[in-house]
């Protein structure tokens, strides 16, 4: 019988725990591999066995922000109005930004799927999810001259790009989320005019 794993899924989930909260409260550039083991009550070496880099582990949190914004989009039913339904989604998108800012920003910036495998495949996996609530629209030829894939980057652009102006403290209008709404919808109707 071999020895029992020291390290194992809940470590892991503790370290990931701590180094979010460690980039939350100082950026990413702070991520200290001794700081982030102390703060999940572990040591360094867990952090290597589990991830084997800070890089690495860098893009494990991504891992984890695009596993949270596929919940996001999970929760929300597809209705008759494709339109509508993006808009919401692009709320959804907001709601994480917002709501895990650090998150948001190890993913869109800072994780290497090159450092981190398994970033990419979840990344490729969320992209392809977006993709699918572009194809009610393409169906009802609401795409124009565009791609689903072409349009759904378009979109990502579009909420990454309104997420940062929300985070920068950035006043969008009095109402950010009557903002997101118009340039989404915006967005949408776009996609009719050829390019």
């Not at 019988?1 to 503790?14: F, I, L, N, T, W």
């Amino acid at each position: 019988m071999g020895r029992p794993r020291q390290h194992d899924e809940k470590v892991a989930e503790a370290l990931l725990d701590a180094a979010e909260s460690r980039v939350a409260a100082e950026g990413v550039d702070s991520l200290s591999l001794r700081a982030v083991a102390a703060g999940a009550d572990t040591t360094t070496r867990a952090v290597y066995t589990l991830f084997g880099s800070k890089d690495a582990l860098v893009g494990a949190l991504g891992v984890r922000a695009m596993r949270l914004l596929e919940a996001e989009a999970l929760t929300m039913t597809p209705t008759a109005d494709p339109a509508a339904d993006l808009v919401e989604a692009g709320l959804g998108f907001r709601r994480f930004a917002l709501g895990r800012p650090a998150l948001f920003s190890v993913a869109f910036h800072r994780a290497s799927a090159k450092a981190w495998p398994p970033f990419r495949e979840v990344s490729v996996d969320t992209f392809s999810h977006l993709q699918q609530r572009f194809e009610p629209l393409a169906a009802q030829g609401l795409l124009g001259d565009r791609t689903i894939p072409e349009a759904a980057l378009q979109f990502d652009a579009l909420c990454e790009g309104l997420a940062w102006v929300e985070l920068r403290g950035n006043r969008l209008t009095p109402d950010p989320e009557t903002f997101w709404r118009r340039s989404i919808a915006a967005l949408v109707a776009g996609f009719l005019q050829a390019a």
